[in-house]
């Protein structure tokens, strides 16, 4: 998907929510579990409540992966049922030498037919820049994340003053461009979000952080946009356990559309 | 496996040779080809070959993540073919929030039985404490990597004159001990090796670069070892992707018994 289609997605949608597909089989509702594929049927009826009020999925590697070759087949799965409308993001923060990052691009943009997949960017650029060969895909580099130990390196201070999570914007910004790179920056640190903003202007971020982890939409929001919104705000436990008065699908729904219900306000259609 | 048993392996075997199982279906001879899971026909041949000349088998995820759930079949395959005698790692450079870090922590660890995972440090604390709570496992932290991309963001130096690589590693090794950490440490840095010794002399480095990336072993150990040794150097390409006048299996075979000679002599049992 091009920058601009996903810009067109969240002006006409007025959403630019993310939904996390961090999908637990230990936190999924009991109902799914009669199913031959628990996970793929709760992924289908969240995707079902929720693709009306956001523009992309986010799937989290790790939840696919510790079920073993089951979980492969259940995340290509979940891939095809999500309408191709929608900004699909493998969270898997890979980073390797450059014959191996090769290879996991393959396998997320060729093999998976995931737009984006996040990157650590420790290796340096012969680990992200595989990934920017492929046309039409995105790479999303780690910039400053929303967990407590983000802390520990991100803030590691240069003599000149500048802390390494802002060293990793901006070179790497240069690797790319606006319209195959984006960064995560955490919902978490609402005042560096605009310090970021101000180092890449046009770059799309990802914000993750809002909800369990502890961020709010307004000052993300406020901090973090650009003139093209310029933001995809994931949420996933937030949204996808929900429970409610009625049936799980219907909790996730209202939830969804209270989440897109905030994020209209800021997009002007 | 504990550092004991990797300490007296290595002196038994007078040998620190980890195999890197880095198997691309389209490296590998043809005579594979024809089995039904030509991956794991040569794994097994390259294993066969190598058991006696090496300690330890590094298999990079990327190379059986790119084969869907089929190439985690063949993991599956692999992992329960190495003899246990041997200390196996999942090179697979993970790094995530808590929640996420545990689902990868469980897959390697009690999914497919691994020893030892090696971990991307730049989300910090919390997404490598959850691959410590695996009793007799092992986290495998970057710390200096061999790619060139190393130059990139490990040596952002801060006020105090300190690399974010020297960072790394000594913040880290506060978090786990040396009987459950090791490091990263490319043999394409030799000089830097013995700056990392001294930073964690009880520790042991996980050396790549050897071989086709352009290290040589008489460097690395030299900088790089400890009383215990303190080493497992790797070898992929070099090793695994032999020709020679006989057989594939012949060729391998020779190769590691090359490196597994030179190894001796730093060894003294």
Known sequence: MTR?????NIFEKRSFLCVGLDSDPQLIPS??????????????AVIDATQEHCVSYKLNIAFYECLGPAGWVTLEKTLEYIPESHFTIADAK???????????AKTFFEYLHFDAVTVAPYMGRDSVLPFLEHT??????????????????????????RFLYEEVILKTAGWGTAENTMFVAGATHPEELAIIRKLVPEHFLLVPGIGAQGGNLYDAVTHGRNND????????????????????????AARAWEV???MEGFVKS
């Open 4 to 8: 601009q289609q996903l810009v067109e």
């Open 31 to 44: 109902q799914y579990h009669s199913f031959n594929d628990p996970v793929f049927e709760f992924n289908k």
């Open 94 to 104: 890979r980073g390797d030498i450059g014959n191996t990052a090769s290879k996991y």
């Open 136 to 161: 039409g895909k995105w790479v999303i580099v780690l910039g400053l994340t929303s967990n407590p130990g983000s802390a520990d390196f991100q803030y590691f201070r240069s003599a000149e003053g």
């Open 229 to 252: 919104l310029g933001l995809l705000v994931n949420s996933s436990r937030d949204i996808i356990y929900r429970s409610g008065p009625g049936t799980h699908a219907q909790a996730v």
């Open 260 to 262: 897109k219900y905030e």
